[in-house]
C-alpha cells in the first residue's frame, strides 16, 4: 500500500516525488495492486477537507493509469493515522468513534483478476482484506535479483 500525505505543501505525489517513485519502483517489481491511504486528513486546511481528498485522488489516479496500474481496482481511502479515522471498523460493543469525513462513504473498487466483482472500502484492513494473493510458481527453480557482484581479495 502506498501512503501520502494530504497535508497542504507536500509534494509526495509532485512530478518529482516520492510517491510517484515508489508506485513506479513497484510497478516495475512485479506488484500488480496497491492500495493508496491518503494520511494526515486531520491535519487539511479545513480539517478533513474533501476537496483535499479528491485533487490528490485525481492527480495520484492519472499517474497511475500512465504507468500501467488497473485504476477501477484500486481503493482510495482519507485516513488519519494520529486519529484513527478510517484505519478499521469500529469494535462491536465499543462507543461509535466520531465520523470526521461523514462525506466519505467509501471507495467502490472492481475485485478478481478480470475486474468480475467489485466491494466498496470503507476502511484500510478492509483493503488489505480484498487484495487477490499473487500465483507463487512454486514448481519453478527459485530466482533471485542480484544488485551487485563483489570481489574479496586475499582469500
Known amino acids: 500500500s502506498s501512503g501520502i500525505n494530504a497535508e497542504y505543501g507536500e509534494a509526495g505525489y509532485a512530478k518529482t516525488g516520492q ?7 513497484a510497478f516495475t517489481l ?3 495492486e496497491v492500495i493508496i491511504a491518503v494520511n494526515k ?3 487539511t486546511a479545513p480539517a478533513y477537507s474533501q476537496e483535499r481528498f479528491e485533487e490528490i485522488k485525481r492527480e495520484v489516479s ?3 493509469k500512465k504507468i500501467g ?3 477501477p481496482k484500486i481503493p482510495f481511502i482519507p485516513i488519519s ?8 471498523p469500529p469494535v462491536k460493543g465499543e ?8 462525506w466519505f462513504k467509501g471507495s467502490a473498487v472492481k475485485i478478481g483478476k478480470k475486474m ?3 466491494a466498496t472500502v470503507k476502511y484500510l484492513t478492509d483493503a488489505l482484506d480484498i487484495v487477490t494473493p499473487p500465483e507463487r510458481p512454486t514448481a519453478k527453480p527459485l530466482r533471485l535479483p542480484l544488485q551487485d557482484v563483489y570481489k574479496i581479495g586475499g582469500i
Open 30 to 32: 512485479g506488484v500488480k
Open 95 to 102: 462507543p461509535e468513534p466520531p465520523n470526521n469525513m461523514p
Open 116 to 118: 468480475e466483482g467489485s
Open 62 to 64: 492519472l499517474y497511475l
Open 69 to 71: 496500474f488497473q485504476v
Open 81 to 88: 493515522g494520529f486519529r484513527g479515522d478510517n484505519m478499521c
Open 19 to 25: 510517491t510517484r517513485a515508489h508506485l513506479l519502483l
Open 41 to 43: 486528513m486531520d491535519t
